[in-house]
Structure formats: structure tokens, C-alpha cells
């Protein structure tokens, strides 16, 4: 299993990014995919999830209205569109999938200053 994600990088507040995980080695429309978040000092926390399919869709709390995940189980690709970033929102960003056991991408570092 590889995760890869991209994507991240310096925006200001306000601003919108979107990062991409590509996916390989497992059939990658049977799992659910997810977007954690880990900040500096802070544990990781829950982003976003979807279904194999990508009929449902579950947010933290702290994102739900800004960010959408959505899949391409053509490409196997996963990507989490940001709007409205906050500079609380700084992090880096990690794609996840659990195939027996879990798999994590290496992150994308997104930043959100002024």
C-alpha cells in the first residue's frame, strides 16, 4: 500500500487549497479513505472521510461548510478541497486508509498566514 499525497503549501487567510492523495496497492473503490490533520504540539485529529463508493462523506466539526472531500476511483486519487483556510488550520495533512492494518501518506505541510 502507498499513499501519496499533494498539494500543500503557504496560502493566507481566507484563501482556499487542495490537496490530492494517490493512491496504490489495493483495490482502492472497496475502502474508505480519510484526511487527518496533526498540528505542532497537538494530536491528529479526524479531517474527513469517504466511502468506497463516495456516497458518504463525514467531517470534523472544526472544517464541516469549508472543506469537501471527494474520490476518483478511476484514478484512485482522494482530494480535500479547503476553503475559507484559518490560520487554525495549519498542519500537516495526511491521507489514510485501513487495509487490515492502517496506511498513512508522509503529509503535505499546509500553512495559513498573513
Known amino acids: 500500500v502507498q499513499l501519496v499525497e499533494s498539494g500543500g503549501g503557504l496560502v493566507q487567510p481566507g484563501g482556499s487549497l487542495r490537496l490530492s492523495c494517490a493512491a496504490s496497492?489495493?483495490?482502492?473503490?472497496?475502502?474508505?479513505m480519510s484526511w487527518y490533520r496533526q498540528a505542532p504540539g497537538k494530536e491528529r485529529e479526524l479531517v474527513a472521510t469517504i466511502s468506497g463508493t463516495g456516497t458518504i462523506t463525514n467531517y470534523g466539526d472544526s472544517v464541516k461548510g469549508r472543506f469537501t472531500i471527494s474520490r476518483d476511483n478511476a484514478k484512485n486519487t482522494v482530494s480535500l478541497q479547503m476553503n475559507t483556510l484559518k490560520p487554525e488550520d495549519t498542519a500537516v495533512y495526511y491521507c489514510?486508509?485501513?487495509?487490515?492494518?492502517?496506511?498513512w501518506g508522509q503529509g503535505t505541510q499546509v500553512t495559513v498566514s498573513s
Open positions: 489514510h486508509v485501513r487495509v487490515s492494518s492502517a496506511y
Open positions: 496497492g489495493f483495490t482502492f473503490s472497496a475502502y474508505r
